[in-house]
């Protein structure tokens, strides 16, 4: 099957789009977006991939999956676009960050480029969701795809940062050997659940902590 995707990501996952799973998975989604609405827009179903290279990525934010109301998803996890006001997740995110490094996010609105083009690979578990129905889509097969790109990146790359939120995220946590990569788990930064240890999990000045060990530029948060 001919996806289009960022050419690093087409390689390292050429052998999942011929897999009879992803067949069956690219014909639900295909009807999913053909009943009714659906989320990220159809053009932006690979959008984490496409604007952080496989080569490039230095942090993975991996979160579960995307916002299922108007407006809100565009295939980044936890981002919108610009003009749309942050979500209660991402507001937890944002006030996160300002409480553990002592100053404001970088970030205005929340629109999250600003971290992918820094190598921040913000991906969901599961890739697409049935408008106003949180998690409508998992256990449908993205969760087997993106186990693949955590998987190729754990092997074929070294000393990344991987932050896992939610129970979603945190299963893969299993795949990713942690003497070779620094592996970083919390609850969903959900208001049901960011007062469970997201709020003060401290995970940006840690992985800014690691990167600058590993003679790496930190993140701007």
Known sequence: MNVRIEEGWKKV???????????????FVRKQYRQGAA????????????????????????????????????????SVPEGITPPPSLRNILQEIASDLGHPSIIQGGHLMPWVEQGVLLLNATLTVEAHKAASHQGRGWETFTDAAIEALAKQREGLVF???????????????QGKHFVLEAPHPSPLSAHRGFLGCRHF?????????????????
């Open 163 to 177: 932050m896992l939120w939610g129970s979603s995220a945190r299963r893969k946590a299993a795949m990713i050997p």
């Open 13 to 27: 996952l050429a052998p999942e789009f011929d897999k009879f799973y992803f067949e069956t998975l690219t014909d």
């Open 39 to 78: 989320y990220p827009p159809a053009a932006q179903i690979f959008r984490a991939f496409d604007c952080c290279p496989f080569d490039r990525v230095r942090v993975v934010i991996l979160g579960q999956d995307p916002y299922h109301e108007p407006g809100q998803a565009e295939g980044l996890a936890f």
């Open 205 to 221: 000045s840690k992985a800014n902590e690691y990167l600058r060990r590993r003679g790496q530029q930190p993140i701007e948060w």
